[in-house]
């Protein structure tokens, strides 16, 4: 589905607003702008189309809030509920069962938790969305990427209010982040919502072809949850005493790192948790063995990662606009 | 008046298949390939629309005009061809599509506003107008869900027409709510005309496009068959509807303008003539007063009468050698005599045409021009007063005779006993 506008005559002040084949009607403006429609997809019209559409974003996002706790008694409360049990279990199994010995483990556990919610929230939330509203999609005309974007966006705020909690938190346990890398978080942020915007995306579109990507999603998500560093350590693998030592492990940390969802939540991690290594005095021991859990690399470091991060989610999203345009065209028909 | 749509070379291809896979196991197994037939829902549709023009387009069910109208809206993509809309656009397919019955009535006109492309600041500015029109000032804070059928279809309707863009695409969404609501729609298209905004209408209701329209185009099986005068293509979308010729494709160019022409057409029938309505099993005379510009021979007449629900009553054979007649130069009066009408109580309207016999050329088409009116004193019921005898005899005890057989003539049968009078 490809709309593009021209350009009316030269000199003419140009008036672009184009919502899929609608166009905004704007009282005295030009009306001679032109719509095109034809089987072309073209990335710079639907970026556009998506500037313009900012507000029914913003809306579609606030509807989803308003209709997804409307009539329940706890309301916005169940947005905190469901992480917060994932926390207790966590803490719970990891802590207490296994008896973890890693200091303030529930905020280490948060760290990458909030990340990882944005994320997995959106990821499953959008491969429905599309179907979900097949009702809109078939009916009217506006960039349906908005719609898993507005999953996203959801996401966003539920991950504002963890967000919330977590300061809280910290305050209450008087626990200091690491101010110098708490600076770089807004980079990490839109890293993962970049990226995450462009797996939505794609996800949305395919799934409208392929209903397995449902259920596909799921499990490739809770795979991944367990290849991301969250609920244990990255300095469990690659920086602990005995792994050291293996030669090969250099090329599989580095590979490790290729998971987007890696450097992020490292990034999270070592801003909020604060430190990369702990002491512990093992029962027995007369020394503290010193564990670490994050490498110990400088800011510029972590922020050269979510540089790397965020133009990989650029390029991966442009490419899900691509794939989303073609397989657009069509959506009134598979639905 | 420049061109307000362009539509170039537009097809739209369909895949029906034959099963659908849509899950992973049944992709692999068919190895990603699913047979499918090709259809073709639109094929090289072009027509250019006028700004500030009232367009209608016409066919039946599955003729592709919706198809169209989601091409021209965006919402589908044209297989291959390129549309181009000049101005703001906006369709009106369903109404209140996307409300959210959790939310009120407020939230949703800002939400189906904003779909249909509307700022923020623009359905707050409206917002007023809207709930007026829509009359539901005492019911906008309440939930949808909620809402009648008819609040519904109002709030989504006013939410559309508030929109005010260059261009209006109208999915048979006219025949809403009450007569007054519909008469305040109608006033607004009404409006819209004035304003010099285009409107496409798309319709199988012949009325709707004759009172709207300043064009339309009738289409069948994806095609285009004509784009005239509502008038003009009206007929050619009745006469296709009621199977006089076939036009889809026709090469002999369908309407064969202005030869020849029915004037008035009049219902009279045989009873005591002070009476306006007739009884049943009275004789009817329609008759159409022709102008022809050329004697016409091998023409054929053809009537229809629908009852008052707008369903065939009757339709003659569109090639009865009995509705054959000759037509001089100059014309005349055709006379379509029933000698008996078998119809109840209700009012029936007559369409007549003239076509050519030998050819599929249309020579003019009058639908429902006249209308004659039934009323039975009797108590019988229905549509049809069947003609009926009701005869009894006594088993056949020591009858010897032959059994009875129905024969071609009604009269009493042997062997049965003549209903003591």
């Known amino acids: ?335 | 008046m420049g061109v307000a749509i362009e539509i170039k070379d537009i097809s739209k291809q369909f895949r029906l298949y034959s099963e659908k896979h849509t899950s992973l196991k049944e992709r692999v197994i068919h190895g990603g390939k699913m047979p499918f037939t090709p259809f073709w829902a639109l094929r090289d549709v072009t027509v250019d629309i006028n700004q500030g023009e009232t367009f209608g387009i016409l066919g039946r069910n599955g003729c592709g005009k919706s198809t169209l109208l989601k091409c021209v809206a965006g919402i589908l993509k044209p297989t291959t061809g390129e549309i181009r809309v000049r101005g703001s656009l906006a369709a009106m397919l369903e109404l209140g599509a996307g409300f959210q019955p959790d939310l009120s009535g407020r939230d949703n006109i800002f939400l189906n506003g904003s779909l249909l492309g509307l700022s923020h600041a623009d359905i707050e500015k409206r917002f007023d107008d809207i709930v007026a029109f829509a009359e539901l000032e005492d019911f906008i804070d309440n939930q949808v869900k909620f809402y009648s059928s008819g609040m519904y279809v109002r709030l989504g309707f006013a939410v559309a027409v508030n929109v005010e863009p260059d261009v209006l695409l109208v999915d048979e969404v006219l025949a809403v709510g009450d007569a007054a609501f519909q008469r305040k729609c109608l006033d607004h298209v009404k409006k819209f005309q004035r304003e010099g905004r285009t409107i496409v209408v798309v319709s199988h209701g012949a009325d709707t496009i004759r009172q709207n329209c300043e064009r339309a185009m009738v289409m069948n099986h994806g095609q285009v068959i004509t784009v005239d005068e509502p008038g003009e293509a009206i007929r050619v979308y009745l006469a296709d509807l009621l199977g006089v010729g076939t036009l889809a494709g026709s090469e002999s160019g369908g309407i064969e303008g202005n030869v020849l022409m029915i004037n008035s057409v009049q219902a009279e029938h045989g009873g005591s003539g002070a009476r306006p309505h007739m009884y049943p099993r009275e004789s009817l005379t329609i008759t159409a007063d022709v102008d022809s510009l050329a004697a016409v021979h091998n023409a054929m007449a053809r009537i229809v009468i629908h009852d008052d629900k707008n369903e065939v009553v009757f339709a003659s054979d569109p090639d009865d050698p009995a509705c054959e007649i000759d037509i001089p130069e100059g014309g005349g009066i055709v006379r379509f005599s029933f000698p008996e009408v078998p119809l109840l109580d209700g009012t029936y309207s007559v369409s007549v045409g003239v076509r050519s016999a030998t050819e599929t050329a249309i020579y003019d088409w009058k639908d429902q021009v006249t209308q004659f009116e039934v009323a039975n004193p009797g108590r019988a019921t229905g549509r049809v007063l069947l003609p009926l005898d009701v005869s009894f005899r006594l088993r056949s005890s020591g009858h010897t005779g032959e059994v009875p057989m129905v024969g071609a003539d009604f009269g009493p049968l042997a062997g049965w006993e003549e209903p003591a009078t």
């Open chain 1, 1 to 335: 589905m490809s709309l593009s506008v021209e350009r009316p005559a030269p000199g003419e002040p140009e008036q672009v607003s184009a919502i899929g084949g609608s166009t905004r009607f704007v009282p005295g403006q030009s009306h001679d702008r032109i719509t095109v429609v034809n089987g072309k997809v073209q990335l710079g019209q639907r970026l556009k189309d998506l500037w313009i559409n900012r507000d029914l974003l913003m809306l579609l996002i606030r509807t989803e809030l308003k209709v997804k706790y409307k009539d329940s008694v706890l309301g916005y409360a169940w947005s905190m509920l469901n992480p917060a049990m994932v926390l207790a279990i966590y803490y719970v199994v990891f802590k207490i069962i296994a008896r973890n010995h890693q200091p303030n483990f529930a905020v280490w556990l948060f760290a990458g938790l909030i990340a990882w919610n944005l994320f997995n929230g959106s990821a499953m939330g959008s491969t429905g969305v599309v179907v979900g509203k097949a009702g809109i999609v078939k009916k009217v005309a506006f960039p349906r990427e908005l719609l898993a974007l507005s999953v996203v966006g959801v996401n966003l705020v539920l991950f504002g209010i963890q967000v919330v909690v977590l300061t809280l938190a910290l305050l209450l346990f008087g626990i200091s982040p690491d101010f110098t890398f708490v600076a770089i978080l807004p980079l990490a942020l839109v890293a993962l919502l970049v990226f995450t915007g462009a797996l939505s995306v794609f996800l949305s579109a395919v799934n409208v072809y392929l209903r397995d990507t449902q259920h596909l999603t799921e499990v490739a998500l809770m795979a991944w949850f367990w290849f991301t560093s969250i609920v244990y350590t990255y300095g469990q693998i690659f920086l602990s005493g005995h792994n050291k030592q293996h030669p090969a492990l250099n090329w599989i940390q580095y590979a490790y790192l290729l998971n987007p969802m890696t450097p992020i939540v490292m990034t999270f991690q070592r801003a909020i948790y604060g430190r990369t290594q702990y002491a512990f005095l093992n029962p027995g021991a007369t020394k503290p063995t010193v564990y670490h859990v994050l490498p110990t690399w400088g800011v510029g470091t972590y922020a050269a990662m979510m540089g790397a991060v965020l133009l990989l989610g650029i390029v991966l999203f442009l490419l899900a606009l691509i794939v989303f345009g073609r397989l657009e065209g069509n959506f009134a028909e598979e639905l």
